[in-house]
């Protein structure tokens, strides 16, 4: 028997891809709508458990509510009044709509029908790479720009591992970045008694918009926000996250691991990535099941990097240039 499948499968009318670690009873199901994780299924202590709290059928891959296991491209998380100026150039991603109606959150290829390159299977894992040239001009207000994006999986020993590469095809410099919207639900125990872990040394401050405040002010050192000092692991208790953390901190593998355990099963996962920010959520405002899951968010960079000068380097794809960037959920134990 195949230690690794890799298969194509369906959600409704979605296209989906089944990546099978068979030797370990490892399954992760993604669809090509937006390249969007559904379950990522893993043994425990009380049998197989789905530790990926994602849509539950095509419905929800339809309306995508709350942006779970969304891939978040060109832009991760918010835009400040979804305005920007880039080069010296002011864009609008929402012309004509004012008050309180006005957002830009999480990029252009949530409803995005990926295609499917790449499928395959091997002694080493199960592999596939979603492709889009959705983002050109004309197609998303305010952003004039043309990014080829290419998603890849890879189911292997360690757990699932994405790499994303993102190409400017222009002629002219784009802002760009990546990241990634997972949720996680290790038990069906309050989230309150499991632990958390993350090796950041500072924390990003927001105005009441999650926006990051201006300037250097923004970044906090822990010392000075030690309810939020989740550098040794802790319960997560009563207290809200929906916050940043910067200044992480690699291993000797150059992987800083965010790490999520369940207590009472042993169940623990370690979110990597070699560089951003880390933002946890504790899913106080979502649509549905509050406070039942943890969303653990690999980003290139901050929230508002549109915005901010210090992340200006950062998110600068100039015409012919691509940038890559990788993250993962390893599983540690049991």
């Known amino acids: 028997?195949?230690?690794?499948?890799?298969?194509?499968?369906?959600?409704?009318?979605?296209?989906?891809?089944?990546?099978?670690?068979?030797?370990?009873?490892?399954?992760?199901?993604?669809?090509?709508?937006?390249?969007?994780?559904?379950?990522?299924?893993?043994?425990?202590?009380?049998?197989?458990?789905?530790?990926?709290?994602?849509?539950r059928d095509a419905g929800e891959l339809d309306t995508r509510p709350s942006s779970r296991y969304a891939i978040m491209v060109p832009f991760a998380n918010r835009i400040a009044d979804a305005r920007y100026v880039f080069d010296g150039v002011p864009h609008d991603l929402q012309p004509g709509i004012e008050g309180a109606s006005r957002a830009a959150r999480h990029g252009f290829v949530r409803g995005v029908d990926f295609d499917v390159t790449d499928l395959r299977a091997d002694a080493q894992g199960a592999h596939v790479t979603f492709v889009t040239q959705?983002?050109?001009?004309?197609?998303?207000?305010?952003?004039?720009?043309?990014?080829?994006?290419?998603?890849?999986?890879?189911?292997?020993?360690?757990?699932?591992?994405?790499?994303v590469v993102m190409r400017n095809v222009g002629e002219r410099a784009a802002p760009c970045f990546f990241g990634w919207h997972p949720y996680f639900r290790l038990a069906d125990s309050p989230i309150e008694g499991w632990e958390l872990q993350i090796p950041a040394d500072s924390v990003v401050r927001?105005?009441?918009?999650?926006?990051?405040?201006?300037?250097?002010?923004?970044?906090?050192?822990?010392?000075?926000?030690?309810?939020l000092d989740f550098r040794r692991m802790q319960a997560i208790g009563p207290r809200e996250l929906n916050h940043a953390f910067a200044d992480l901190r690699c291993d000797t593998d150059g992987r800083a691991r965010t790490r999520l355990r369940d207590p009472q099963s042993g169940l623990t996962i370690a979110v990597w990535q070699p560089s951003g920010v880390m933002l946890a959520f504790t899913a106080d405002t979502v649509t549905r099941d509050i406070r039942r899951s943890v969303a653990l968010e690999p980003m290139e960079s901050w929230s508002d990097a549109f915005n901010r000068p210090d992340c200006a380097d950062a998110i600068r794809l100039e015409p012919g240039a691509e940038r890559r960037f990788t993250c993962g959920v390893e599983i540690e134990s049991p």
């Open 1 to 55: 028997m195949a230690e690794f499948l890799a298969e194509r499968g369906q959600v409704g009318e979605h296209g989906i891809v089944v990546l099978t670690d068979v030797a370990r009873g490892r399954r992760v199901r993604i669809a090509r709508r937006g390249a969007t994780v559904l379950s990522f299924e893993v043994p425990s202590p009380e049998g197989v458990r789905n530790i990926a709290d994602g849509y």
């Open 134 to 163: 959705a983002i050109r001009p004309g197609v998303h207000p305010g952003y004039p720009f043309a990014i080829d994006l290419a998603v890849s999986f890879t189911l292997d020993a360690g757990g699932l591992a994405l790499d």
């Open 206 to 227: 927001t105005d009441e918009q999650f926006i990051p405040i201006a300037g250097e002010g923004a970044r906090a050192p822990l010392e000075q926000a030690p309810e």
